[in-house]
């Protein structure tokens, strides 16, 4: 049975009771509530970006859809957009553009569990402002994915760059490197390629560039395309579509090691956290120049 509307931060919430976790009673209700509470933490990554959206209107054991396009007149109402022709079918896409708290809000009375970003701004959206690598274990475990990006790591600080680590808030580790203004999709994607490969030549038994899953072999795959132009990537503080409702989490790298356990920072316990110090503090300060491994 439908139940009465709620309203967050002027956001109307239909049927906010709605179980969207059935395991943990966690409803869409909570979900809204914890994206309004973080919105100064998660505004910074959403802010001037093309969105696009992972919709789960019945949350954990529903059926999701990735949905990019939302032209006028569809709910969030009055949401900036951003219109780009889609070079694989020719048709104009209206994407939403992020950095306002209604529009986030809307997203989530939708059922848009996770948010997902571009690595540019509209106002620059050829020029990427970071460089992404997902780890993405074959085994299912996160143990995996810590220890690639452990070595990921060393790697980086061998050219000097500077990288910043965080939960996927799934079974993977992503690694940001905040960019200097200047470089393409193409120069950024070919760097992380470049670097990936070096990563699997380190670390043969443990990591790989094979793009099929079918070729992995049970390895962590380095995954660069996050890169290319118009492909996304969860923002820090993003909730996922896992047991529990986990959120994508930015680490210190002292804190990443294979016992740790990404679930544990969930719509619910993460309060504490997100009250204390930011890892990521000084994610904008560090901006770099793209790094190279042929230079190095």
């Known amino acids: 049975m439908k139940t009465a509307p709620a ?6 919430i239909s049927n906010p009771d709605k179980v969207w976790w059935p395991d943990d009673g966690i409803t869409k209700l909570d979900i809204v509530r914890y994206y309004d509470a973080v919105w100064p933490l998660i505004a910074p990554w959403l802010r001037d970006r093309p969105l696009t959206a992972e919709r789960c209107p019945d949350g954990m054991q529903g059926q999701c ?27 104009d896409v209206d994407y939403l553009v992020g950095g306002d708290r209604k529009t986030l809000l809307g997203m989530a009375n939708l059922g848009c569990i996770a948010m997902h970003v571009m690595n ?3 106002k620059s959206i050829e020029r ?40 996927s808030g799934s079974r993977g580790l992503h690694v940001f490197v905040p960019l200097r203004a200047g470089p393409g999709h193409a120069e950024v994607t070919q760097a992380a390629h470049e670097i990936g490969v070096e990563l699997a030549r380190r670390e043969p038994g443990l990591v790989t ?3 099929t899953k079918a070729a992995r072999g049970g390895l962590v795959y380095a995954d ?3 890169n290319a132009p118009w492909q996304t990537i ?3 503080y993003s909730v996922r579509r896992r047991v529990r409702a986990p959120i994508s989490l930015p680490l210190d790298w002292d804190e990443v090691r294979p016992a740790l356990d990404p679930s544990r ?30 230079a190095r």
Request: charged share 25%; aromatic share 10%; net charge positive.
């Open 65 to 91: 859809f990735y949905q990019k396009n939302f032209p006028k007149g569809t709910q969030p109402a009055g949401a900036p957009r951003l219109r780009q022709r889609a070079a694989s079918t020719g048709k």
């Open 209 to 211: 560039m094979a793009h």
């Open 224 to 226: 660069s395309f996050r």
């Open 7 to 12: 309203s967050v931060s002027g956001v109307t």
């Open 120 to 122: 540019a701004r509209t």
């Open 234 to 236: 969860v923002p820090p």
């Open 128 to 167: 990427p402002d970071w460089l992404a690598f997902d780890l993405d274990p074959s085994s299912g475990t996160f143990a995996d994915a810590a220890k690639a990006g452990l070595a990921l790591r060393r790697v980086l600080d061998e050219l000097g760059v500077r990288s910043f680590p965080k939960t």
């Open 265 to 294: 920072w969930n719509v619910r316990s993460a309060a504490k956290r997100l009250g204390g110090a930011d890892p990521w503090a000084g994610f904008w300060r560090a901006r770099q120049r793209l790094p190279s491994v042929a």
